[in-house]
């Protein structure tokens, strides 16, 4: 399951472009916390301690414990909805929080890890993973960093669905169960050595014989 990691915060008082500029030169990066049963205000935090708790996760959408300076209730349980950064320096720009509590139903979009080296891939074939992450539905307590999945036993022309994923308890998706994740697909260099064998030696014997047979003609 994923961890809960803890931010420091303050209830920020001040609005506007101007103000959100000044805080980002400052290293602190303007956010807002909505949902639950209150109402949606503004929040202040220094940017660096967020970037090095978001770096340790695996998805955008992670759990935090916000201590909030000035706060009617100094600490929020919440998701981080979104995170908007700059487009050319990668800096914060702004996050959005969502407050939820123990028995709330969230969702987050997960990574999807496949592991393993599958039955095809030692013959010839290629894994190609074709969705990378997925949304899910659970408890907070039950949010996972990743779904893992072991492909070791895919052979030739084998994929894995959605319905295959190996979601922890208590989680779940709303994907379509038919819809691939991964395939184990056989690449042109395989399907050429497949194809040899018996019938291969043959025809290149015979081959071999025409051309032999074309260089006496030639010589006589």
């Known amino acids: 399951m994923a ?10 008082d001040v609005k506007g472009t101007t103000a959100s500029k000044r805080l980002r030169r400052s290293g602190i990066v303007p956010a807002v916390i909505y949902g639950a049963s209150q109402r949606e ?7 660096k301690n967020f970037f090095d708790v978001a770096k340790k996760q695996g998805s955008q959408n992670f759990l935090v414990n916000l201590e909030i300076e000035g706060a009617e209730e100094k600490t929020k349980l919440a998701i981080v909805q979104d995170i908007q950064r700059d487009p050319l320096s990668g800096s914060l720009i702004h996050i959005d929080f969502r407050a ?8 987050a979009t997960v990574p999807i890890h496949l592991h393993g080296e599958p039955a095809g ?13 997925i949304e899910v539905f ?3 307590g039950d949010l996972p960093e990743a779904i893992d999945n072991d492909v070791s036993d895919l ?9 295959n994923l190996n979601l922890p308890d208590g989680v779940t998706t709303k994907m379509e169960g038919d ?3 991964a395939l184990v697909a056989q690449t042109r260099a395989a399907a050429s050595e497949g194809g040899g064998g018996a019938k291969g030696e043959a025809e290149g014997e015979k081959a071999a014989e025409d051309e032999e047979s074309s260089e006496e003609s030639s010589e006589s």
């Open 3 to 12: 961890t809960q990691e803890t931010l420091q915060a303050e209830k920020r």
């Open 41 to 47: 205000y503004m929040i202040q935090l220094n940017s």
């Open 100 to 107: 939820v509590s123990e028995n709330d139903t969230i969702n």
């Open 121 to 133: 891939v030692k013959v010839g074939g290629l894994l190609e993973q074709l969705i990378r992450e």
């Open 138 to 140: 659970c408890r907070p």
């Open 155 to 163: 052979e030739l022309g084998d994929s894995l669905k959605v319905s």
């Open 179 to 181: 819809v691939l994740v």
